[in-house]
């Protein structure tokens, strides 16, 4: 197994441009996590998925910010209308239930 | 209220010596995990070790090791024998709530040789 993957691992847009980032997990797994974590501070969590049902969204950061993981698989990150305090590390993680969350590479992105 | 609190930015070690990272948490769970994640410069969050509550040994991982005292929701890091590629980010981390897993601030360790 590769482990988690992110893609792409840097973006970056205009302010106010729609931007659509890619996680896949290790294929076992069933839960997937996506968190934000900007610079000199710990990653915070955003929503998370148990195959394809969301199970918390409640901490998305404001409704321009919306995810699917339509089977169970992959899951995308969407930010619509980005602004320039959208720009951060976004990680994905995945974990068999309650277990051990392994993190993929993180994609970068930078809004100008 | 901070679930996880990291109380120290920053820690320096010798090389080949000992250091131990504090964290304290506060969950309302009755079964779960605790983590330690590592995060070096090119910024992948590394598993450095895990912790199951219900049980009362501590954890080891060959040089990391945990001093778990769930009464006082207190969960260190000790590293042992400290290695050059030791220096990252640790951050600590729970789950609370709704939210899977709260990560503390981290804090930045740096190894001298």
């Known amino acids: 197994d590769t482990g988690v993957s992110q893609d792409p691992r840097h973006k970056i847009t205009k302010r106010g441009q729609n931007v659509t980032f890619r996680c896949d997990p290790i294929?076992?797994?069933?839960?997937l996590y996506w968190y934000r974590q900007t610079l000199g501070q710990g990653p915070e969590f955003l929503t998370y998925?148990?195959?394809?049902?969301?199970?918390?969204k409640s901490r998305l950061l404001s409704d321009r910010f919306s995810a699917e993981r339509p089977k169970g698989s992959f899951s995308t990150l969407e930010i619509q209308r980005t602004e320039q305090g959208d720009s951060a590390m976004y990680l994905c993680?995945?974990?068999?239930?309650?277990?051990?969350?392994?993190f993929g590479p993180g994609t970068r992105l930078l809004v100008l | 209220a901070q679930t996880v609190t990291q109380s120290q930015p920053e820690m320096s070690v010798q090389e080949a010596e000992t250091v131990t990272l504090s964290c304290t948490y506060d969950t309302s769970e009755s079964d779960y995990y605790l983590f330690w994640y590592k995060q070096p410069p090119s910024r992948q969050m590394i598993l450095v070790i895990r912790?199951?509550?219900?049980?009362?040994q501590n954890a080891t991982e060959n040089r990391f090791s945990v001093n778990f005292q769930k009464a006082a929701k207190s969960f260190s890091l000790k590293i042992s024998d400290s290695q050059l590629g030791d220096a990252a980010m640790y951050f600590c981390a729970c789950p609370s709530g709704n939210t899977p897993l709260v990560f503390g601030k981290g804090t930045r360790l740096s190894v001298i040789a």
């Open positions: 912790q199951e509550a219900y049980k009362q």
């Open positions: 294929s076992e797994h069933n839960r």
């Open positions: 998925f148990q195959n394809e049902a969301q199970l918390e």
């Open positions: 993680a995945s974990s068999w239930g309650k277990e051990t969350q392994y």
